[in-house]
C-alpha cells in the first residue's frame, strides 16, 4: 500500500483556498489488475482547492488510477495517474477569464477563460446601476416571528406592478445613496464584493445592525431585487464572510433575454463549494461535503444560514426515514423564528416521510409559517415554498390565497442562482 | 390497449417501469403552420427535432432499457408531426399509429400512465416522462406547448401542460420513482404565464401524497440549452437528447458494483457534461426551475462495456493541424484521423487504449500516450515535442 495525494489547482484570487473537508469531491477509480477486485475499486474523498493548500492523502495498493472531480460548474476533469510509491497529484481546470474571477469560475456563474473570450461584445451604452438596500421596509427587512414579513408578498406583487423608478423608493426606509462601484469589472461582468456592513471598497448607511440587506440592479429595462445571504460568518473563523455578487450581461449563461444576470456566491471556505453543488442539484455531491460539516451544523448558532445550506441539501438528497439530522432540521426551524427557510425545510420533510395524515397536518402548519416569515434567503427556498402550499391550496381559502401570493413572487425568481433573486419591474 | 400505448407488456404483478413520451415539433398555429396563426405565437416556429427524439427515446427504452427489479412494461407515444407517421415496435416490428400530442390527448395519457404507477400498491411501480417541444418557463413556472397551442384564442395555453403542477400532482401517485426529462425549446419572452395567470393544463391536480408508502424519489432533467435552431436539425435529434441517449448507453454509467450501471447522478453528471460542451461551442443556456431534489438510484444496466466519448487532441494547439492521430487498442482495427484543426471525437467502450499522433513533416515528434477510457468521458492531450 502508498499514499495518493490529491489538490485541484485554482486560483481563487482575493480569499483563502478551500481546505481539504470542504473543497470539491473526487472519485478515484482503479484502472488496472490486480486493483480492481480487491477492497479498492473506487473511493470518494474531498480534496482541497486552491495554490497553497497540501493535499488530501488516501491509502491505496500500488496501480493505475483515473481521479475524476466533478465540479460545482458542472464540469468534470479528469486524470490519470499512476501510483508506484507515494505520489501528489495537482489536479488542473480549465483557467477562469480573470484571476478576480477564479472563485465565480469554480461555482459556475462564469464560463472558462477559452468560452469567455470568443464572447467579445462591445461595451454597452450604460452599465446597470447597482444600489446598496441597507434599511428595507418592515416586511422585507423585518426578522421576526408573525411580524410583517408576511406582508412581503403582496409589497412584491405590488412593486412589480409600480413604475421602475419608484422601486427603490418603495423598498426603502432610507434615501438611496451613491451607486456601489464594482471591485473588478471588464466589458461583460462586474464584480461588487460584499459583507454584512457593505462594500469592501465603499462606506454605505446600514440601518439596523441586524437587519436583512438587498441590492437593487437597475438596468435600461429591469429592476432586479437581490436577497444578500446576511448574517453569514464564516464557519471556522467566526468572522463576516464575502458575498461576491456578479452582474453579467452576456446572456449565455441563463441570463433572462435583455436582461443583466445577477449571481451571488459566497466565499466561505467552509460552505462556498457546497453551496455551488446545491445550486447545480448535485445534492448527493453536496452530500459528501457536508459530513465533516454536521458537526458544525449542531453548532448552528454560530451560522444558521450556512446551517440552511446544509438543510437543503440533506433534504434534497437521499431521505430515509429516522435518520438524526431529522432533528437538527426541526430545531433549525423552531430556534430561528425570523428563518423562513428553516420551516419550509422542515415542512418538505414532513411532506416527503408523511406516516400518516397528522404528517401532512404538520407540514401544512409548517408551511403557513414559513409563509409569515417572509421572504426566503434561498431560491430553493421559494420553490419548495410555492410547491409545498400547492399541495394545500384546495383545503381553505387562507392556504390558497398564500398559495396564491407565494406563486406571484416565485414567478420572478431565478432558480439558477442560490439565493433569491428576483426580477421585480421592467421599464 | 388504449391509444396510446405502442408497447405492453405484462409483468404478472411485479413492480414494472412505464414511459410516457411526448414529441411535438408540428405547432399548426405558430408561424409556419397550417393554422390559424396564434396571436401569442411570439415568433416561435415549427420545429423537426422533437418528433426525432421522442421516437428515438421511445425506441431505446423499448430496446435497451433494463432494470430487472423494475422491467419496462409500457411506453406511451404522442406525437405531433407532419406528416402523421406510424411508431414501429422495435422489438415487436408491429406498427402503431400515434395519436396526436393534444391537450385533452396529453391529459388522457397522463391519467392512463399514472393509473399504471397505482397498480402496484406498496409504491414499487417507476414512472418515466419525456417531452420535447417548445417551451416557456418563467421562475418556478413551466408551459410544455402542445400541438394545439393558440388554437382557443381567449386562451392558448389551453394547448399547453402545466409541467409544474403535474410534478406536484404526480406526487399523489403511488408510484414513488418518477423520473421527467422535460427537453423545451424556449424561445419567447417571459411574460405569457404572467399575463395569462396560469401555465396550462393540469390533468392531475396536486394534493396530498400517499402516506406509508415513503418519500417520491423523482429527479427532473431540464434541458437548458436555447434557441430554436438547436431544435431544427434535421433528421437529428435535440443535443439535449442526444445526450441523453449518449448517457443511457454508458456515459452516465459507472462499475462500482462490479457491472455497469446508469444512475440518476452519474446520468446527471453526463447530461451537464454536454450542456457544458454545447456551452463552449457557443450555445446558449435558459433559465428553468431548480432540479429540487436528486436522489441516487439505478435506471439501467448496461449488457455491455460502455461507449464513452472521447477527445484526443495535441498540446500544443498548432500541432493539431498538422498530426495524423491514431487509437489503437489490442484486438481491433486501429482508427485513425488525418490532420484538421479541431479536436478528434469518438465514441469508444471502455477500457485501455494507445493514442498515438505522427508528423509526415517532422514538424513534431512522434508521440504515444496511453489512456484508459471509462464514463463520462475522457480527454486525451498529447504533448508533443520538437
Not at chain 1, 411532506?351 to 434567503?377: C, I, N, T, V
Not at chain 2, 422489438?91 to 399509429?97: H, I, K, L, Q, R
Request: charged share 20%; glycine share 10%.
Amino acid at each position: 500500500m502508498t499514499t495518493l495525494g490529491l489538490r485541484l489547482v485554482k486560483n481563487l484570487f482575493g480569499g483563502e483556498d478551500l481546505p481539504s473537508d470542504s473543497g470539491v469531491v473526487a472519485i478515484v477509480h482503479a484502472l488496472s489488475e490486480p486493483n480492481k477486485g480487491t477492497y479498492f475499486r473506487q473511493q470518494t474523498v474531498t480534496i482541497p482547492v486552491g495554490l497553497s493548500r497540501g493535499y488530501s492523502e488516501l491509502d491505496v495498493p500500488v496501480g493505475r488510477y483515473l481521479v475524476e472531480a466533478p465540479l460545482p460548474n458542472g464540469d468534470v476533469v479528469t486524470q490519470e495517474v499512476q501510483v508506484d510509491g507515494p505520489t501528489n497529484v495537482d489536479i488542473e481546470t480549465e483557467d477562469s477569464p480573470h484571476e478576480w474571477l477564479g472563485w465565480q469560475h469554480l461555482v459556475g456563474n462564469v464560463t472558462g477563460r477559452r468560452t469567455h473570450e470568443t464572447q467579445t461584445p462591445e461595451a454597452p451604452s450604460s452599465v446597470p446601476t447597482v444600489l446598496w438596500l441597507g434599511d428595507p421596509v418592515p416586511p422585507l427587512g423585518f426578522y421576526g416571528f408573525d411580524g410583517p414579513g408576511r406582508d412581503v408578498w403582496t409589497l412584491l406583487d405590488g412593486v412589480a406592478a409600480s413604475d421602475p423608478s419608484s422601486v427603490f423608493s418603495r423598498l426603502s426606509q432610507a434615501p438611496p445613496e451613491p451607486p456601489l462601484a464594482p471591485s473588478a469589472g471588464d466589458t461583460q461582468v462586474q464584480l461588487f464584493r460584499l459583507t454584512a456592513h457593505g462594500p469592501q471598497n465603499q462606506v454605505v448607511e446600514l440601518g439596523r445592525f441586524d437587519g436583512r440587506r438587498f441590492l437593487l440592479v437597475i438596468d435600461h429595462r429591469n429592476v432586479t431585487l437581490v436577497a444578500l445571504p446576511f448574517p453569514w460568518h464564516e464557519t471556522r473563523s467566526g468572522q463576516d464572510a464575502v458575498a461576491e455578487v456578479l452582474v453579467r450581461r452576456d446572456e449565455q449563461q441563463g441570463g433572462w433575454p435583455d436582461k443583466p444576470t445577477v449571481a451571488v456566491s459566497l466565499r466561505d471556505p467552509q460552505f462556498g463549494t457546497l453551496v455551488g453543488y446545491l445550486t447545480q442539484g448535485a445534492f448527493p455531491t453536496a452530500q459528501r461535503l457536508l459530513e465533516p460539516a454536521r458537526e458544525m451544523l449542531r453548532e448552528k448558532t454560530l451560522n444558521p444560514l450556512a446551517a440552511a445550506a446544509g438543510g437543503y441539501v440533506l433534504v434534497g438528497g437521499d431521505s430515509e426515514p429516522g435518520q438524526q439530522w431529522h432533528d437538527w432540521i426541526a430545531n433549525l426551524a423552531n430556534s430561528f423564528r425570523w428563518l423562513p427557510d428553516g420551516a419550509i425545510q422542515r415542512a418538505r420533510l414532513h411532506l416527503q416521510l408523511a406516516r400518516d395524515e397528522k404528517d401532512l397536518d404538520l407540514a401544512h402548519e409548517s408551511l403557513r409559517e414559513a409563509f409569515g416569515r417572509g421572504l426566503p434567503y434561498f431560491g430553493l427556498g421559494l420553490q419548495w415554498l410555492v410547491d409545498g402550499l400547492a399541495v394545500f391550496a384546495e383545503e381553505d381559502v387562507e392556504t390558497a390565497h398564500m398559495h396564491d401570493a407565494v406563486r406571484r413572487v416565485a414567478q420572478r425568481c431565478n432558480l439558477q442562482q442560490p439565493f433569491t433573486v428576483l426580477r421585480l419591474s421592467e421599464f | 390497449m388504449d391509444q396510446f400505448l405502442v408497447h405492453h407488456s405484462k409483468t404478472e404483478g411485479l413492480p414494472a417501469t412505464h414511459a410516457l413520451v411526448i414529441g411535438v415539433g408540428a405547432y399548426p398555429h405558430l408561424n409556419g403552420g397550417a393554422g390559424t396563426l396564434t396571436g401569442d405565437h411570439e415568433g416561435m416556429e415549427q420545429l423537426t427535432s422533437p418528433p426525432i427524439s421522442a421516437r428515438r427515446v421511445a425506441e431505446w427504452l423499448i430496446r435497451w432499457l433494463t432494470y430487472p427489479a423494475k422491467p419496462l412494461a409500457s411506453v406511451s407515444l404522442l406525437l405531433s408531426e407532419e406528416p402523421p407517421q406510424p411508431f414501429t415496435n422495435p422489438a415487436t416490428g408491429a406498427d402503431y399509429p400515434v395519436a396526436l400530442a393534444t391537450g385533452a390527448n396529453v391529459s388522457d395519457a397522463i391519467e392512463a400512465w399514472k393509473a399504471r404507477g397505482d397498480e402496484d400498491a406498496d409504491g414499487r411501480n417507476r414512472l418515466l416522462f419525456y417531452f420535447c417541444g417548445h417551451g416557456i418557463s418563467e421562475g418556478t413556472a413551466m408551459a410544455l406547448l402542445l400541438r394545439d397551442f393558440g388554437e382557443n384564442d381567449n386562451n392558448s395555453l389551453h394547448g399547453a401542460l402545466d409541467f409544474g403542477q403535474l410534478h406536484l400532482g404526480m406526487d399523489r401517485s403511488k408510484g414513488r420513482q418518477q423520473v421527467f426529462f422535460v427537453d423545451a425549446c424556449r424561445a419567447t419572452s417571459d411574460t405569457l404565464i404572467q399575463g395569462l395567470g396560469h401555465a396550462g393544463r393540469v390533468p392531475i391536480r396536486p394534493g396530498r401524497p400517499p402516506v406509508g408508502l415513503g418519500g417520491r424519489e423523482t429527479p427532473i432533467y431540464y434541458s437548458t440549452l436555447a434557441g430554436q435552431e438547436a431544435y431544427g436539425r434535421t433528421g437529428a435529434p435535440s443535443p439535449f437528447t442526444e445526450a441523453l441517449l449518449v448517457g443511457l448507453d454508458g456515459a452516465g454509467s459507472d462499475d462500482a458494483e462490479g457491472d455497469w450501471r446508469v444512475d440518476t447522478t452519474q446520468l446527471k453528471k453526463a447530461i451537464d457534461f454536454f450542456t457544458n460542451k454545447a456551452l463552449e461551442a457557443g450555445a446558449q443556456l435558459v433559465q428553468v426551475p431548480a432540479n429540487g431534489a436528486l436522489s441516487t438510484f439505478e435506471l439501467h444496466h448496461l449488457s455491455c462495456q460502455p461507449r464513452v466519448p472521447v477527445y484526443v487532441s495535441c498540446k500544443p494547439e498548432e500541432a493539431q493541424a498538422l498530426a495524423l492521430l491514431r487509437c489503437i487498442t489490442q484486438g481491433q482495427p486501429p482508427t485513425e484521423r488525418l490532420p484538421a484543426g479541431e479536436v478528434w471525437e469518438l465514441r469508444l467502450t471502455a477500457g485501455q487504449y494507445q493514442f498515438r499522433a505522427e508528423f509526415s513533416d517532422g514538424s513534431y515528434r512522434l508521440t504515444t500516450v496511453d489512456a484508459w477510457v471509462r464514463p463520462v468521458y475522457r480527454r486525451v492531450p498529447i504533448e508533443v515535442g520538437l
